[in-house]
């Protein structure tokens, strides 16, 4: 988690294969997934936004690509320490 903006953008670029400059935001979470760097682009320039946690990981599943497409709720609850677990509802008994 070294690299700042030349670096993440480079990285967008070459392995992503994407425009670091279209708007979109592009999320990088460490090995240990303790620390967590988020890069944009708005009109005026790059923006780079950091954070790392003290205690905890961030909770996010793998895939084989080690890429995926967040929802901007999913980031905030990925931000925020929330983790969404599907969950199943029972039939409830109701009587007469």
């Known amino acids: 988690m070294r690299k700042s903006f030349r670096g993440l953008s480079a990285l967008v670029r070459n392995l ?3 425009d670091p400059l ?8 460490n090995r240990r997934k303790t620390q967590m760097k988020m890069l944009y682009f708005t009109p005026t320039g790059y923006c780079l936004w950091a954070k790392r946690l003290e ?3 961030f909770r996010i599943s793998p895939t084989a ?3 995926r497409t967040l929802t901007l709720t999913d980031l905030q609850l990925l931000i925020d320490g929330i983790e969404v677990q599907k969950y199943r509802q029972f039939k409830r008994f109701r009587g007469a």
């Open 65 to 67: 690509s080690g890429q």
């Open 16 to 18: 992503l294969k994407l």
């Open 22 to 29: 279209n708007g979109q935001y592009f999320v990088f979470i």
């Open 55 to 57: 205690q905890g990981q």
